[in-house]
Protein backbone atom coordinates (compact mmCIF):
# COMPACT_ATOMS: atom_id res chain seq x y z
CA UNK A 1 0.00 0.00 0.00
CA UNK A 2 1.77 3.51 -1.38
CA UNK A 3 0.99 6.68 -2.70
CA UNK A 4 3.44 8.41 -4.67
CA UNK A 5 3.50 12.09 -5.44
CA UNK A 6 5.26 13.34 -8.49
CA UNK A 7 5.43 16.45 -11.03
CA UNK A 8 7.26 18.89 -8.99
CA UNK A 9 9.75 20.88 -10.20
CA UNK A 10 11.12 24.50 -10.38
CA UNK A 11 8.57 26.81 -11.93
CA UNK A 12 8.24 30.84 -12.93
CA UNK A 13 6.40 33.02 -10.63
CA UNK A 14 2.89 33.23 -12.52
CA UNK A 15 3.08 29.80 -13.89
CA UNK A 16 1.74 26.75 -13.16
CA UNK A 17 2.20 22.96 -12.37
CA UNK A 18 -0.44 19.54 -11.81
CA UNK A 19 1.35 17.22 -9.03
CA UNK A 20 -0.20 13.82 -9.48
CA UNK A 21 -0.36 11.31 -6.28
CA UNK A 22 -0.70 7.71 -7.52
CA UNK A 23 -1.48 4.85 -5.17
CA UNK A 24 -0.13 1.57 -5.75
CA UNK A 25 -2.11 -1.28 -3.64
CA UNK A 26 -5.32 -0.37 -3.02
CA UNK A 27 -8.06 1.43 -4.99
CA UNK A 28 -8.14 4.95 -3.88
CA UNK A 29 -11.47 5.95 -5.49
CA UNK A 30 -13.41 4.28 -2.36
CA UNK A 31 -10.67 6.80 -0.15
CA UNK A 32 -10.63 10.41 1.04
CA UNK A 33 -7.34 11.93 -0.74
CA UNK A 34 -5.89 14.84 0.43
CA UNK A 35 -3.15 17.46 -0.70
CA UNK A 36 -0.56 18.90 1.73
CA UNK A 37 2.48 21.20 1.88
CA UNK A 38 5.17 22.06 4.30
CA UNK A 39 7.62 24.83 3.74
CA UNK A 40 10.83 25.78 5.43
CA UNK A 41 10.11 26.33 9.12
CA UNK A 42 6.28 26.13 9.23
CA UNK A 43 3.69 23.41 9.82
CA UNK A 44 2.36 21.10 7.35
CA UNK A 45 -1.02 22.26 5.91
CA UNK A 46 -3.81 20.97 3.98
CA UNK A 47 -4.56 22.73 0.76
CA UNK A 48 -7.22 20.24 -0.67
CA UNK A 49 -8.83 16.97 -0.13
CA UNK A 50 -11.37 15.00 -2.65
CA UNK A 51 -13.57 12.58 -0.53
CA UNK A 52 -14.29 9.02 -2.06
CA UNK A 53 -17.06 7.30 -3.84
CA UNK A 54 -18.76 10.88 -4.29
CA UNK A 55 -15.99 13.04 -5.42
CA UNK A 56 -16.60 15.96 -3.54
CA UNK A 57 -14.22 18.21 -3.16
CA UNK A 58 -12.55 20.58 -0.17
CA UNK A 59 -10.73 23.17 -1.55
CA UNK A 60 -8.35 25.89 0.80
CA UNK A 61 -6.98 28.62 -1.63
CA UNK A 62 -6.28 28.50 -5.27
CA UNK A 63 -5.46 25.34 -6.05
CA UNK A 64 -8.25 22.51 -7.33
CA UNK A 65 -7.72 18.48 -6.81
CA UNK A 66 -9.48 16.08 -9.19
CA UNK A 67 -9.67 12.42 -9.57
CA UNK A 68 -8.99 10.01 -12.32
CA UNK A 69 -9.73 6.44 -10.98
CA UNK A 70 -9.05 4.82 -14.58
CA UNK A 71 -5.40 5.45 -13.65
CA UNK A 72 -5.74 4.74 -9.53
CA UNK A 73 -4.77 8.85 -9.73
CA UNK A 74 -5.59 12.10 -7.49
CA UNK A 75 -4.26 15.31 -9.19
CA UNK A 76 -3.89 19.25 -7.78
CA UNK A 77 -3.43 21.71 -10.34
CA UNK A 78 -1.99 24.69 -9.75
CA UNK A 79 -1.52 27.63 -11.39
CA UNK A 80 -0.76 31.43 -10.58
CA UNK A 81 1.86 29.98 -8.89
CA UNK A 82 3.76 32.35 -6.22
CA UNK A 83 7.16 31.99 -4.26
CA UNK A 84 5.16 31.83 -1.28
CA UNK A 85 4.65 28.28 -2.66
CA UNK A 86 7.37 26.80 -2.71
CA UNK A 87 7.05 23.69 -0.37
CA UNK A 88 7.06 20.22 -0.50
CA UNK A 89 3.90 18.74 -1.43
CA UNK A 90 2.38 15.52 0.20
CA UNK A 91 -0.74 13.38 -0.46
CA UNK A 92 -2.05 11.28 2.38
CA UNK A 93 -5.32 9.23 2.72
CA UNK A 94 -7.54 8.92 6.10
CA UNK A 95 -8.80 5.91 5.05
CA UNK A 96 -12.07 7.19 5.32
CA UNK A 97 -14.77 8.23 2.22
CA UNK A 98 -15.28 12.01 3.71
CA UNK A 99 -12.91 13.87 4.02
CA UNK A 100 -11.34 15.87 7.44
CA UNK A 101 -9.54 19.23 8.19
CA UNK A 102 -7.43 17.92 10.57
CA UNK A 103 -3.95 16.43 9.76
CA UNK A 104 -4.32 14.07 12.23
CA UNK A 105 -7.03 12.19 10.93
CA UNK A 106 -4.28 11.07 7.50
CA UNK A 107 -2.11 8.32 8.41
CA UNK A 108 -0.71 7.41 5.18
CA UNK A 109 1.60 9.68 3.08
CA UNK A 110 3.22 9.72 -0.05
CA UNK A 111 6.84 11.01 0.25
CA UNK A 112 6.92 14.15 -1.35
CA UNK A 113 7.20 16.31 -4.07
CA UNK A 114 9.45 19.72 -4.51
CA UNK A 115 8.00 22.60 -5.64
CA UNK A 116 9.97 26.09 -6.43
CA UNK A 117 8.85 28.76 -7.55
CA UNK A 118 11.18 31.52 -8.32
CA UNK A 119 12.42 33.39 -11.27
Known amino acids: VQLQASGGGLVQPGGSLRLSCAASGFTLDYYAIGWFRQAPGKEREELSCISGSEGTTLVKGRFTVSRDNAKNTVYLQMNGLKPEDTAVYYC?????????????????WGQGTQVTVSS
Open 92 to 108: ATNWRSLCSVYIADFTS
